[in-house]
C-alpha cells in the first residue's frame, strides 16, 4: 500500500463482504462508494450503492475526517469490493479477483462479516470462524496478502448478547440497526487499516528483525537441563511483551506448555505444583515491579528447590524515579532477595549478557531454587548478541550412606522395637518401590504429611496398602497414626517405637509432638542428603540420598519371624475408623465428618471398582486438612500447608496441575481460602479453549462453605471457649446449580447439600468436565487431628482416663503434649 515519493504504483486492495442480507452488502458498497466519489481511486462492486441523503451529520463528519486522510494517504488506489453470502464462497470470489499474474500483487484489505446471515457462530468460545478465517487465508494465491487482525477482520453479530467476552484475532461488534452507523464504522474500518499498513511500513524498517537473545538462551539451557518438560508461565506487559511472543513460539515448537493465571501470585502457585508433583523447571516472566507479587510462594519455592527462572523486567538504570522499577534510588528488590536467600542476578547491560547469563545457569545448577532475573529493557530487546551453548551440566556430589551411620539403624530395622513408622517426603517412582518393598519385608507402618500428601497412599495399583497408617502432621493426623504411637492418651515409651523421617526436615508442620517431646520422648532416625537440614533432636542422622540408603536397607533387611509377626499385630491394632459420631449423621447442613465420610465411600468404589486415580489438591483450612486426613489417595497430591501455607495458593494451582497431569484431579478448597485470590474460570476455559490445552479426565473442585476461618474458630473455642467473632466471619454467595459448555469443556456447578453416591459417582467419571461443587458445611472440633486435644474428644473410640481427668479439672491441660 506504500504511496511515497516518485510516481506511485496504484494498490491493488480486496474487501470481502460476506453475508446473505442484501441490506448488509448494499450499505457496505455505499460506504466504499462515498470513499472513491470524486477521487482516483476506483471502486469494482457487484453491490448497488444507493441514495443516502437523509443520513445524519455525524457520516458526514466521519466520511469527511476519513477522505481528508485517504486523498493524500493514498489517492491512487483499485479497490475491488467481493460480495459472497458465505467464507468459502468468497475465497473463490477473491482467487478471481486477484487474478493468476503474481507481478501484479494485491492485499486483502478488510473481511466484513454478517455472523448469522453468514452462517458464521457469534459466540467468542466457538473456534469455527477462526478456522475459516484460516482456510480463507490458505485459499488465497501467493500474490495476495493477508494477516488476520482486529483490524482486517470484522464480524458484525444481531444474536443474543454473547456469554464472553475475549480479545480475538478480529473484531466483533453488534450489527448497527441503522445503516448510517454501519456505512460510518465500515469507513472507520477501511480508514485505520489503511493508516495502520503506513505507520506499520514505517516502523518495520527500524525495528529488529531478530527474537530476543534472552529468550533463546534461557530456552536451550532449560532443554538441555528438564528432564520433565519445563513449563511456560507468563503475565503480560508491554516490556517483556516481545520476549513472550519469542517463548511462546518456542514452547509451541517444541511441545512445553504454557500455563497462565489471574495473577503473577498464581504463576508461581502453578510453577511450584508442577516442581512437587512432576518436578516440572518453570520460566516465569513477568513485568516491571512485579516481583513483590509472588507473595510467600517465592520462599515455598525456594524451599522446594524448584528449578526454573523468574524473568521480572526492571527500568533503565538512567531512568528517574521510574514508574515501576525495582533497582533506583528509592528502593532495591535485590535487598528482598536476598533477605528471602534467593539467587538473583541483574541484567542491565547486554554487553555482559553472556557473562550474567553464565552466572545465572550456575546459580540454578546450585539446585537453591528458582533464579531470578532482574532485566532492563535493553537486555530484554537485545538481539545481536553472540551468547555461548548451555554449558554441560555439572556431575553432583551424591552423598551416600556410610556403614558407620547405617548400621544403628539396620539393627534397628531387624532387631529393635514393634512399633516402627516412616514418614515418607516427595519420592521417585524408584523409592516409592524400595519404601514398599522394605515396609512388606519388614512390618513397618507408612505414613504421609500435612504438607506433602500421597507420597505413600492407602491404594498402590488399585490395592490397599496394608502398611500404610494414614496421615502425621501437625494437624489432620490420622486416627490410626495416633493409635499406634500412643496409649491411654499418652506416647508409648521411647523403647517401644521408633520415627523414621525420609526426605524430611522434620519442619513443624510434619508432626503434632511438642519440642520436648521430640528431644525426649521418641526415637528419631532422620534420611536427609543435606547436612543443614538434620534436626538437633534426630538420634540417629543419616546423611545420604533416600534411594541409596533405601537400596542399603534393602540389602541389609533380615527382620526375624516372630518380630516381623509383632509388627504386623502391632499394625493391624490401629483400627481404621472415623472415630467421632457425627460421620454417621446425615444433618444438614453437614458436618465435615460426614461428608468426607460419604465421599470416601464413593471414591474407594471408584478405585477398587473402576481403576480410577487422581491427583488431590488441599487448599489450607479445615477443609483441606480433613480432605488429607480422611480420603483414600492413590499417589501424590499437592498441599497449600507446604511451606508458609498461604490460604489460596493450592486453588491457584488447579489449573496447571489439572491441565498438564493425566487423569482425574480433585481439590479441596474452603471459602476463606477461596475469597482470598481470583477466580480461576475464565484462565481455565482460555487456555483450554484457544490455547491447545485439554482436561484428559475429570476436574472436581470441591469449595467447602461454613461462612468462616474455621481453624480460627477451633483455636479461639479450645483455648478460651469464645464463640464466632467477626473475625473469623467469611460471606459467600452461593451460586445457582447449571450446566454450560465452553468449546470441548462442560462446566457444572452443583450445590451438595448431601452425598447421592451414585450421582456423585457418575459426576467424577465425566470426563472434559469441571464439577464446581458448593458444599455447605457446619462448623466442629470433632476430630480430623485438630490438635493432640481432640483425641480426647467425648465421640472417640476409646476415652482414656485423661480425659476424664480433664474434664474434672477446669481450664486444665493434662499434659497432652
Not at 277 to 300: H, K, Q, Y
Not at 356 to 368: G, I, N, S, V
Not at 611 to 637: I, Q
Not at 734 to 763: H, I, K, N, Q, S
Request: with cysteine; aromatic share 6%.
Amino acid at each position: 500500500m506504500d504511496n511515497s515519493s516518485g510516481s506511485p504504483r496504484p494498490s491493488r486492495l480486496l474487501i470481502a463482504a460476506v453475508g446473505k442480507r442484501p441490506a448488509f452488502q448494499r450499505t457496505v458498497a455505499t460506504a466504499f462508494g462515498d470513499l472513491v466519489e470524486g477521487s482516483q481511486r476506483i471502486l469494482t462492486t457487484s453491490a448497488l450503492p444507493y441514495r443516502h441523503d437523509d443520513w445524519p451529520e455525524p457520516y458526514r463528519y466521519t466520511h469527511g475526517r476519513a477522505r481528508r486522510f485517504l486523498d493524500r494517504a493514498l489517492p491512487h488506489a483499485t479497490i475491488t469490493l467481493c460480495s459472497a453470502e458465505t467464507l468459502t464462497e468468497a475465497a473463490t470470489q477473491l482467487r478471481a479477483a486477484a487474478g493468476p499474474d503474481g507481478t501484479n500483487p494485491a492485499t486483502l484489505a478488510l473481511v466484513l462479516v454478517d455472523a448469522v446471515a453468514a452462517g458464521v457462530s457469534d459466540e467468542p468460545l466457538d473456534t469455527s470462524l477462526t478456522d475459516e478465517l484460516d482456510a480463507l487465508r490458505a485459499a488465497l494465491p501467493p500474490h495476495v496478502g493477508f494477516e488476520t487482525s482486529p483490524y482486517t477482520v470484522h464480524v458484525y453479530d444481531d444474536g443474543p448478547a454473547p456469554r464472553a467476552r475475549i480479545a480475538q484475532p478480529h473484531n466483533r461488534r453488534r450489527l448497527p440497526g441503522d445503516d448510517w452507523v454501519l456505512a460510518a464504522d465500515v469507513i472507520c474500518a477501511f480508514t485505520d487499516v489503511v493508516q495502520l499498513q503506513h505507520t506499520a511500513g514505517a516502523l518495520r524498517a527500524s525495528a529488529r528483525t531478530a527474537p530476543p537473545a534472552l529468550a533463546g538462551a534461557l530456552a536451550d539451557f532449560l532443554d538441555s537441563r528438564a528432564t520433565t518438560p519445563w513449563g511456560l508461565h507468563y503475565y503480560t506487559g508491554s516490556v517483556v511483551s516481545g520476549l513472550i511472543a519469542e517463548l511462546e513460539d518456542r514452547a509451541a515448537r517444541s511441545g512445553n506448555p504454557v500455563l497462565r493465571g489471574p495473577s503473577e501470585h498464581s504463576l508461581a502457585c502453578g510453577a511450584l505444583a508442577r516442581w512437587q508433583l512432576d518436578a516440572a523447571p518453570a520460566l516465569i516472566v513477568v513485568t516491571s515491579g512485579m516481583v513483590d507479587e509472588f507473595r510467600g510462594t517465592l520462599a515455598n519455592l525456594r524451599d522446594a528447590r524448584a528449578r526454573g527462572f523468574i524473568v521480572c523486567a526492571d527500568s533503565r538504570a538512567d531512568t528517574w524515579y521510574p514508574f515501576q522499577g525495582t533497582v533506583h534510588a528509592a528502593e532495591d528488590s535485590r535487598e528482598l532477595l536476598r533477605a528471602r536467600r534467593i539467587p538473583h542476578v541483574h541484567l542491565d547491560d547486554p554487553r555482559r549478557l553472556a557473562a550474567d547469563l553464565a552466572t545465572a545457569f550456575a546459580a540454578y545448577d546450585e539446585d537453591r531454587g528458582p533464579v531470578v532475573l532482574l532485566a532492563t529493557p535493553d537486555v530484554l530487546e537485545a538481539s545481536r548478541v553472540e551468547l555461548p551453548p548451555p554449558p554441560p551440566p555439572p556431575r553432583a556430589p551424591r552423598a551416600t550412606v556410610t556403614e558407620d551411620a547405617l548400621a544403628p539403624v539396620v539393627d534397628l530395622l531387624n532387631h529393635g522395637p514393634e512399633r516402627i513408622l516412616w514418614q515418607l517426603g516427595a519420592l521417585s517412582a524408584g523409592e516409592r518401590a524400595l519404601v514398599h518393598e522394605i515396609a512388606a519385608d519388614g512390618g513397618i507402618g507408612l505414613a504421609d504429611s500435612l504438607t506433602r500428601p500421597g507420597t505413600v497412599a492407602r491404594y498402590r495399583d488399585g490395592a490397599v496398602v496394608p502398611e500404610y497408617l494414614g496421615t502425621l502432621g501437625l494437624y489432620g493426623y490420622s486416627d490410626r497414626v495416633h493409635a499406634f504411637l500412643h496409649r491411654d492418651g499418652r506416647l508409648r515409651p521411647r523403647d517401644e517405637q521408633c520415627l523414621f523421617f525420609v526426605k524430611s526436615r522434620i519442619t513443624e508442620a510434619a508432626t503434632p509432638f511438642s519440642p520436648r517431646a521430640l528431644q525426649r520422648s521418641l526415637r528419631i532416625v532422620q534420611v536427609s542428603d543435606e547436612a543443614a537440614h538434620l534436626a538437633p533432636f534426630t538420634d540417629h542422622p543419616v546423611r545420604a540420598e533416600a534411594a541409596h540408603f533405601l537400596r542399603a536397607v534393602r540389602d541389609r533387611l533380615a527382620v526375624p519371624a516372630e518380630l516381623l509377626a509383632a509388627r504386623r499385630r502391632a499394625l493391624a491394632e490401629a483400627a481404621d475408623s472415623a472415630s467421632d459420631v457425627v460421620h454417621g449423621l446425615p444433618v444438614q447442613p453437614m458436618s465435615l465428618n460426614y461428608f468426607y465420610h460419604r465421599l470416601g465411600e464413593v471414591l474407594d468404589g471408584l478405585i477398587t471398582a473402576d481403576g480410577y486415580t487422581y491427583t488431590g489438591v488441599y487448599d489450607v483450612g479445615r477443609g483441606g486438612l480433613s480432605a488429607v486426613r480422611n480420603l483414600p489417595r492413590t499417589g501424590p497430591g499437592f498441599s497449600g500447608w507446604y511451606g508458609r501455607a498461604l490460604m489460596g495458593d493450592a486453588l491457584q494451582a488447579v489449573p496447571a496441575i489439572a491441565l498438564t497431569r493425566p487423569g482425574n484431579t480433585l481439590a479441596f478448597i474452603g471459602d476463606g481460602a477461596a475469597a482470598l485470590v481470583p477466580d480461576i474460570l475464565p484462565g481455565l476455559i482460555q487456555q483450554i479453549c484457544f490455547h491447545g490445552h485439554r482436561l484428559d479426565g475429570n476436574l472436581s473442585v470441591f469449595q467447602l462453605v461454613d461462612g468462616g476461618h474455621s481453624m480460627i474458630r477451633t483455636y479461639r473455642e479450645g483455648r478460651s471457649a469464645a464463640g464466632a467473632g467477626r473475625q473469623t466471619q467469611v460471606l459467600h454467595l452461593l451460586p445457582e446449580d447449571g450446566e454450560e459448555t465452553f468449546g470441548p469443556l462442560t462446566v457444572a456447578r452443583r450445590r451438595l447439600d448431601d452425598v447421592d453416591p451414585g450421582t456423585l459417582r457418575a459426576d467424577l467419571l465425566r470426563r472434559s468436565t469441571l464439577n464446581l461443587y458448593s458444599v455447605p458445611v457446619t462448623h466442629n472440633n470433632e476430630g480430623d487431628g485438630l490438635s493432640l486435644l481432640s483425641q480426647l474428644g467425648w465421640q472417640r473410640d476409646t476415652l482414656p482416663e485423661l480425659t476424664f481427668a480433664m474434664a474434672r479439672t477446669p481450664g486444665g491441660t493434662g499434659g497432652a503434649r
